[in-house]
């Protein structure tokens, strides 16, 4: 029968700081069991431990139903703010094999408790797809934080659950309507949902450009050209299927970090967001527009900048990759490229205009990283289909 003093011993051990040490402790545990599951369940919530509580918490994963147990009662307990957040680290571990105890912690009085058991299942991704039923009645509950861990833990699932998602937009509960529509969104876009809920989504589109305001752009590759002719760039750049979008999630449209349809290899490559009218300048922005660090699709690029200038008079192309990335400039006038300039660090444009000394009369295109709420905006954005989100393989055939 183990013993308080030995467990004193074990704790003192794993507490080393050498494997040598402290691996046999850890090794003593695991044969333990639930037997010393109390007392490393103490170590992890009690701050003053020498005990790292991460090895305390990666150890209760392993020890079993008797471990998420204890673990689970430590979250729903009332615990000062960082033995909390451990307890709920710790919890946020196990998977399925402890599918029945995560079943039931999905409806446990505790919220802390229903979002950890959530989190689990997100961490199985498809594996959680018998208990989708179960998270979608999630979406209707009281607290928020559970609402939102249920719905990305169905994001996770994927494909599987938008049977009954839209069997929720169908037929109800009435409050986890909402909730299905965004999640069916976030897993497959527009294309998943039902023609009444396209026409909603396209609605809300609507409303959601009407309301826009203009936003810095840095990571993101995009043309200028002047004036606002959407109609013209759809047509010079032989775009698809345009509807409206707004500045925020048409950046993350533009970049491959949203939905695309359809599933391609390079999906900041597959779509385009153009923007309103900004100070006298449309930009049409996407991976597909500008990545000059990428040389053989680059000839792409500038095709497209000849052609828009041919059209437009002139074109501007800008790509960045954020703070400290490679950013570029180009410029086309009347269908040839008259300046190019890549730099590797953004410190080296510092003040300057990258135009100057460069043998150009042309003005600089609108600064797609100047841009601000309060720049002069006319019209509505527009998302659009580009030729390679149309014709390259896709990536789940």
């Known amino acids: 029968m183990i013993t308080e003093m030995d467990l004193d011993r074990l704790i003192r051990d794993l507490s080393a700081p050498d494997e040598e040490t402290w691996r046999p402790a850890w090794n003593a545990f695991k044969e333990l069991g639930g037997a010393g599951v109390d007392a490393l369940v103490a170590e992890l919530v009690d701050e003053k431990s020498p005990l790292d509580w991460a090895r305390a918490g990666t150890l209760l994963r392993q020890l079993g139903d008797p471990a998420f147990c204890a673990v689970r009662d430590a979250v729903a307990a009332d615990l000062p703010e960082e033995p909390a957040r451990r307890a709920r680290w710790t919890f946020g571990g196990f998977f399925g094999e402890h599918w029945d105890r995560l079943m039931e912690s999905l409806e446990h009085p505790s ?3 229903r979002a950890g058991a959530a989190l689990c299942l997100q961490r199985m991704g498809e594996e959680a797809l ?3 039923d179960a998270l979608i009645r999630l979406l209707g509950d009281p607290d928020a934080n559970v609402r939102q861990r249920a719905a990305w833990a169905l994001q996770e699932i994927g494909p599987g659950v938008l049977d009954a998602l839209r069997k929720v937009r169908r037929s109800g509960p009435a409050a986890y309507r909402p909730a299905a529509f965004r999640t069916m969104v976030n897993i497959g876009g527009p294309d998943v949902l039902s023609p009444e809920d396209q026409e909603l989504w396209r609605r809300y589109l609507g409303a959601k450009a009407a309301a826009d305001r203009p936003q810095s752009i840095w990571e993101n590759s995009c043309f200028a050209v002047p004036g606002g002719e959407q109609e013209d760039i759809l047509k010079t750049l032989e775009f698809s299927d345009p509807g409206p979008m ?3 999630l048409g950046l993350a449209v533009a970049s491959g970090s949203w939905w695309t349809a359809p599933p391609v290899e390079h999906p900041d490559r597959a779509e385009a967001f153009i923007t309103p009218e900004l100070d006298g300048w449309t930009l049409i922005v996407s991976g597909w527009c500008y990545p000059a660090w990428d040389e053989k699709w680059y000839a792409r690029t500038r095709d497209a900048l000849r052609r828009l200038s041919t059209r437009f008079g002139v074109a501007w192309g800008f790509a960045g990759r954020g703070y400290g990335g490679t950013a570029a400039w180009a410029c086309a006038k009347n269908g040839d490229i ?3 300039r890549e730099v590797t660090d953004d410190d080296e444009w510092g003040e300057d205009d990258p135009t100057e000394g460069i043998d150009t009369d042309e003005p600089l295109g609108i600064d797609p ?6 720049t002069p905006m ?5 998302r659009a289909l580009t030729p390679y989100g149309r014709d390259a393989p896709r990536s789940d055939e």
């Open 246 to 248: 707004y500045f925020d």
């Open 130 to 132: 018998p208990a989708s």
């Open 338 to 340: 008259i300046w190019e």
């Open 378 to 382: 006319h019209g509505t954005g527009l």
């Open 111 to 113: 919220p802390d408790v």
């Open 369 to 374: 990283t100047e841009l601000t709420e309060d």
